[in-house]
């Protein structure tokens, strides 16, 4: 082999060689590439979720916030309209006839006082009334169980009585009477105004 033969061949073999370490270095990068751009688009995701949970965490607290706002409102409102209803009631009770107003007062007492006797709390207006009711109430009773009007200690608002026994005392006030049945009926009630 000549001089210029094996010199071609060295060359060829070097060019070979030369040649594998350049593919091998291309796919080395490509491989470094690949795996730094899958670390990329991994980290970029997982930033995504996080910042996509975080949206949605804080979407999800500002509508908790949203909605207990608007039902602490609803409430105030239902509250409102309650309390206009049973005032509203309280100044028709008010505003009824004497007798239509001596009537109500009437069943109230039976209900309060049954058979005992005692003594009735009441406004100064509404003496007049509870003097005929006790005229007619005390009439067919025994001195014992008659009931008389305390003029020592008149309520200060109108509206219903308080009932003072040897044992028991019963408020059958006009505030009392409405806010035991707003207790009772404001569930129903107050869906029902909430619906109108």
């Known amino acids: 082999m000549t001089f210029t033969n094996i010199e071609k061949s060295v060359l060829e073999a070097a060019r070979h060689e030369a040649e594998k370490i350049v593919k091998a270095a291309e796919q080395a990068a490509r491989d470094r590439v690949a795996r730094e751009v899958d670390a990329f688009r991994h980290e970029a995701e997982q930033g995504q979720q996080l910042a996509v949970r975080a949206a949605e965490e804080s979407a999800a607290r500002q509508l908790l916030q949203a909605k207990g706002a608007q039902s602490k409102q609803l409430l105030e409102k239902r509250n409102a ?6 005032e509203e009631a309280g100044k028709r009770i008010l505003e009824l006839p004497a007798d239509k107003y001596e009537a109500v007062m009437a069943r109230r007492l039976t209900r309060t006082a049954g058979k005992d006797g005692g003594r009735l709390r009441v406004h100064p207006q509404d ?9 007619a109430w005390n009439a067919s009773r025994s001195a014992d169980s008659r ?7 008149p309520l200060e608002k109108r509206g219903g009585f308080i009932f003072v026994s040897k044992a028991y005392e019963v408020d059958q006030t006009l505030d009392a009477i409405l806010g035991d049945m707003e207790y009772a009926l404001a569930p129903e009630i107050g869906a029902e105004i909430l619906h109108e």
């Not at 309209?81 to 049973?86: C, I, P």
């Not at 009931?147 to 200690?153: E, K, N, P, R, Y």
């Open 81 to 86: 309209l309650l309390a206009g209803v049973f």
């Open 127 to 135: 003496k007049p009334v509870f003097d005929k009711l006790l005229a």
């Open 147 to 153: 009931v008389t009007i305390d003029d020592g200690a």
